[in-house]
């Protein structure tokens, strides 16, 4: 034992890192550039951040699929199904507004969401899985990549928590309905800044929470009853705008949106 230097292992060390990038909303340089962490490590990360979260009051909810829809893969430069945990904080109200001083870059996607009503075990079918659902509603992802340039190798962004920062969940519909191929349009001010479908996901959203289900039951940390689970994105994501309203429409799941505040003026960086 070493007196007086950090006891903190390298899993520690990058999960302090990240936490304190979001915290702070400012970015940090990529730490495994090539890629070469592996990946149970790099879940390790993130298990280790997440757990920081929970420390401070924050309470698990859910998970985040990542990569499920080949716009987002395209976009992204990566082709592996990722997933993410989401914590209370995360969590936004539809209707509210967002200010931009609390992320480092933002972004927007569309998705849908489950809530669950039984826990799922890991190995079920999509009926199965269907059946363990309580209801379905639009849903926006902010993702805010904790990395310069919002660039990250696949080990990278699972351990930045798959670059989840907030989720806004629309109204709850009956999960008992057609779910493979709604159309969708996500707007800023009014605008179409994105249109696509629910099939986008894996081709069909129930595929990714049947993914969900068998990759959380692997880390030990099986879906629970309430959690929601947000399927991922179904188009690329676009860039927060200073002062807009994002919204999303989904054939017949209604809609979700937020604002974000304009601007602020007078205040500098690192105010
Ligand atoms: C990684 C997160 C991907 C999705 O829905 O595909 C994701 C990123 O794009 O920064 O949330
Ligand atoms: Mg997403």
Known sequence: MSQGTSTMNRTDEL????????QAARAVQP?????????????AVQAASI??????GERRVGVKMGFTSRAKMLQMGLSDVIWGRLTSGMQIGDGDTVAL???????????????????????????????????????LEIIDSRFENFRFTLPEVVADNASSSGFVLGGWHDPR?????????MSFDGRAVHVGSTAAILGHPLRSLVAAARLSAAADEPLQAGWVVMAGGATPAEWLVPGSHVQLEMQGLGNVGFHVAPAAEGHGEGA
């Open 177 to 185: 309905q057609e779910l493979g191929n709604l159309g969708l349009v």
């Open 51 to 56: 757990a920081r979260r929970l420390a401070r």
């Open 15 to 22: 999960a302090a890192l990240l936490d304190g990038a979001a």
């Open 101 to 139: 001083p609390r992320y480092v870059h933002p972004r927007v996607e569309p998705e849908i969401a489950f809530v669950l009503k039984r826990p799922l075990v890991g190995d079920e079918t999509a009926a199965q899985a269907l059946a363990a659902v309580e209801a379905v509603a639009p849903a």
């Open 31 to 43: 730490f495994d550039p090539e890629g070469r962490l592996p990946m149970t490590e790099a879940y």
